[in-house]
């Protein structure tokens, strides 16, 4: 399966973006129906799923296309929920688990960082010094 990834330049999301989004978690699920199914042995063959989603403006507008969009996902078996607004006395699980994720790249990130920058100054001293500069390989290289 290819990956997706979709990013506002600031970091945000839009109500395109969350309709995007949602219909990408959908395409996963091929069994979605408004209501459980099940074999004789009680597995499940098809129903609906519950995304909850944080109430940050874009996801829960008022506007025809988002209301639309949401009675759609739910005649589909996809039932939209909202997460506990910002500002309570709790968090949304997906931002206590982004703590650690975004701690994970920030450390990789500035490793990358400063081994570009080692690289990079040593191939400005190895130009002063009169050698053939190393700076286009330097920064091409990974």
């Not at 945000?12 to 219909?23: E, N």
């Not at 408004?34 to 129903?47: H, L, P, T």
């Not at 296309?65 to 997906?94: A, C, W, Y």
Request: hydrophobic share 35%.
């Amino acid at each position: 399966m290819d990956t997706h990834v979709a990013v506002h330049r600031k970091g945000s999301m839009d109500k395109d973006l969350f309709i995007q989004t949602v219909l990408f978690y959908c395409s996963l699920f091929l069994n979605l129906a408004q209501r459980f199914k099940f074999s004789k042995d009680n597995m499940v063959i098809e129903g609906p799923t519950f995304v909850e989603m944080d109430s940050s403006p874009g996801k829960n507008c008022k506007s025809e296309r988002s209301i639309k969009f949401h009675q759609d996902m739910h005649h589909d078996g996809v039932h939209l929920g909202p997460g506990l607004p910002n500002l309570t006395s709790t968090t949304q699980e997906m931002d206590d688990w982004f703590q650690e994720f975004k701690g994970c790249t920030d450390i990789a990130a500035q490793v990358i960082f400063e081994i570009k920058l080692l690289s990079y100054s040593k191939a400005i001293r190895d130009c002063q010094d009169g050698k053939n500069s190393t700076i286009h390989q330097s920064l091409t290289q990974p």
